[in-house]
């Protein structure tokens, strides 16, 4: 009987073993091990930063069992290009899918008043939501208005009220509302200026409320005011009834 046990308790272990062998095998064959690795959604500037990404983790002829998609999400969507992903594990072929969903370049945003539409001068480009993007500037085209927002009200992102009314003006400005090729300052919300660099003049123009009324306002006024533009200081159209212009 207790021969019979022990032969029993033996062929038990080395089933055991022999599974274990198995599983063992199965566990370090070389089709878990990740052959490539492919990007799919992601655009040139995008791209270049993820592909960045992967080869740091050394993906390649890693155990695609051994690695953590959601570890690996978490640390990629710290960039602000990227606003989500998603990774996709294959076998036979063993392969790694990243799926990106991208940020979208919508605006231009510039530091400073450029001298002309077109000179070159320090920006920031966002998204729709407002956050800074690290791309060039003619990833947006220039048929939006011309934009400025001072660099000290800027982090990762900008304001929900500086991103309506910077949406607000991009709108105006497309349907041909705001006949002007200015630059409108909207550091202070209560007081957006408008700067004509060709013209040398500066217009208060207050709040966003009849925005365009008060740009048509401008010529009147200049020609009311019987002054060259490069005398003037300022002109104030914030109370549009009561146009003010200072001369220098």
């Known amino acids: 009987m207790a021969r019979s046990r022990a032969r029993v308790d033996y062929l038990r272990i080395m089933a055991a073993m022999i599974l274990g062998s198995c599983l063992w095998m199965i566990w370090t064959a070389s089709f878990w091990y990740i052959q490539s690795v492919e990007v799919k959604g992601a655009s040139v500037y995008t791209d270049k930063y993820v592909q960045e990404f992967l080869e740091s983790q050394h993906l390649i002829q890693k155990h695609i069992l051994q690695i953590n998609p959601l570890e690996l999400k978490t640390e990629l969507i710290k960039?602000?290009?990227?606003?989500?992903?998603?990774?996709?594990?294959?076998?036979?072929?063993t392969r790694l899918t990243v799926k990106v969903q991208e940020r979208q370049a919508a605006f231009l945003i510039f530091q400073q008043i450029p001298p002309s539409k077109t000179a070159k001068t320090a920006f920031f480009i966002v998204d729709h939501e407002g956050v800074v993007l690290p791309l060039p500037q003619d990833v947006v085209d220039d048929k939006g208005a011309n934009v400025r927002l001072d660099p000290k009200q800027v982090k990762e992102a900008i304001s929900v009220e500086h991103m309506e009314t910077l949406r607000q003006l991009d709108l105006l400005h497309r349907q041909k509302h705001l006949e002007t090729d200015g630059v409108f300052d909207i550091s202070d919300l209560q007081n957006i200026i408008l700067y004509l660099p060709g013209r040398q003049l500066t217009v208060w123009l207050g709040r966003m409320e009849e925005i365009p009324h008060k740009v048509k306002l401008i010529d009147p006024v200049l020609k009311a005011a019987g002054t060259n533009a490069s005398q003037i200081q300022y002109i104030d159209l914030r109370f549009w009834k009561h146009p003010v212009v200072k001369k220098k």
């Open 79 to 93: 960039s602000p290009l990227v606003k989500d992903a998603t990774f996709e594990r294959e076998v036979l072929p």
